[in-house]
């Protein structure tokens, strides 16, 4: 049974950081793209970054987070993460973990300004 769990989210001021990480069971990171997306409330959900290849050869980021987001692979297998930097109102939101067509339950982001 496959399971992502997506943790580290929370409240934070706008300019602020947060690192999410995502845990797989059943499944491992190294032989799939992973993407994580994120829906704001009355929004639809949108892929925020994503990686893939062995050893996480490429990414791709959306405009809207390019230059302050970073995902990239922990050194187990199983985990994936998203550095959050310059964290602004509009990055608040509920951020899912995504492999193949397995979600997570999402970790909540909130930025005040």
């Known amino acids: 049974q496959v399971q992502l769990v997506e943790s580290g989210g929370g409240l934070v001021q706008a300019g602020g950081s947060l690192r999410l990480a995502c845990v797989a069971s059943?499944?491992?990171?190294?032989?799939?793209?992973v993407d994580w997306y994120r829906q704001a409330p009355g929004k639809q959900r949108e892929l925020v970054a994503s990686l893939g290849g062995p050893s996480g050869v490429w990414t791709h980021y959306a405009d809207s987070v390019k230059g302050r987001f970073t995902i990239s692979r922990g050194s187990a297998e199983n985990t994936v993460y998203l550095q959050m930097n310059g964290l602004t109102p509009e990055d608040t939101g509920v951020y899912y973990c995504?492999?193949?067509?397995?979600w997570g339950r999402g970790t909540q982001v909130t930025v005040s300004s």
């Open positions: 995504n492999v193949e067509m397995y």
């Open positions: 059943g499944i491992t990171f190294r032989r799939n793209s």
